[in-house]
């Protein structure tokens, strides 16, 4: 693709980046089986084949980056519009946390979930497990985001917001309901602010902490954040199992999880125009 093609797609095409852990959080997992990949290519119950389709339907081209093979330069991430961080482990650089801050000034989109499991099976290395966790916060505690640890917590509905917004089809109550199963809140402060507290919404769901991010704060504590950087925007949703195919909790096909999926990428990318499909 010559340069000014790439120039003209590039707010248009995602990467989605994603890791490499055993069940029992060896990094990378070398001859074990790698844990919860959740691969754009994978068609089972833990992937993102319906999750890739359904930003396909709103025009977006997505790839997929193993995160141990890329360095996220001013070169590499000028190839994209939105970049989603996904089931990540590799602890970023000062360097490479300065280069996508500049990145989204410009104009760039960041995604991002966190789970305890991108550290390998919680049965085996714990809800404590903070490797994820920690790979995304390198990138997004810049811009007043702090993903917590997992809370085991169970099934949450999110239907409730703080305000209008694009992605809660500008209405604060109803508008649109998302689920989640983990989970890991956004401790949010400024430049960031929360879109939806930490809540149930009727699915029993526990609203509490980990030990290790206590005390709760509802004012503080968010299922979804975002973020207004320059001219670009950051968003933060509490749970992974939100949008693999058919895995435990939730999957893209309960409630409007796939609409908020096309949402979330829509938003981050400045895209709010693109009829949903």
Do not use: C
Not at 8 to 34: C, T
Not at 161 to 189: K, M, T
């Amino acid at each position: 693709m010559h340069s000014a093609e790439l120039k003209q797609d590039v707010g248009s095409r995602v990467l989605y980046v994603y890791g490499d852990v055993s069940e029992d959080g060896q990094v990378p997992s070398g001859e074990k089986e790698p844990f919860h990949q959740m691969r754009l290519s994978d068609t089972g119950p833990r992937g993102l084949s319906q999750f890739q389709a359904a930003l396909e339907a709103v025009g977006f081209q997505v790839e997929e980056a193993y995160d141990a093979e890329v360095v996220l330069d001013a070169n590499f991430l000028g190839r994209y519009g939105v970049v989603i961080l996904g089931s990540n482990q590799r602890r970023f650089s000062k360097a490479e946390a300065e280069a996508v801050k500049e990145w989204v000034s410009a104009g760039g989109g960041l995604v991002v979930w966190s789970d305890s499991a991108f550290g390998g099976d919680h049965r085996k290395v714990g809800l404590d497990n903070t490797l994820g966790r920690d790979s995304d916060n390198d990138l997004v505690a810049q811009f007043g985001m702090f993903l917590l640890t997992d809370n085991g917590g169970g099934n949450y509905l999110v239907n409730q917001f703080v305000e209008p917004h694009y992605l809660n089809r500008l209405q604060v109550q109803d508008g649109l309901a998302f689920r989640g199963e983990g989970v890991s809140p956004i401790r949010v402060s400024p430049p960031a602010r929360m879109l939806a507290a930490l809540q149930e919404g009727g699915l029993g769901g526990k609203i509490r902490l980990n030990r290790r991010d206590e005390p709760l704060n509802l004012k503080t504590d968010a299922a979804l954040a975002v973020a207004e950087v320059g001219r670009g925007r950051v968003v933060a949703t509490f749970d992974r199992n939100t949008f693999w195919n058919a895995g435990e909790g939730t999957r893209l096909s309960h409630v409007n999880n796939r609409e908020y999926a096309q949402r979330l990428l829509l938003w981050a990318a400045g895209r709010e125009d693109v009829p949903l499909k």
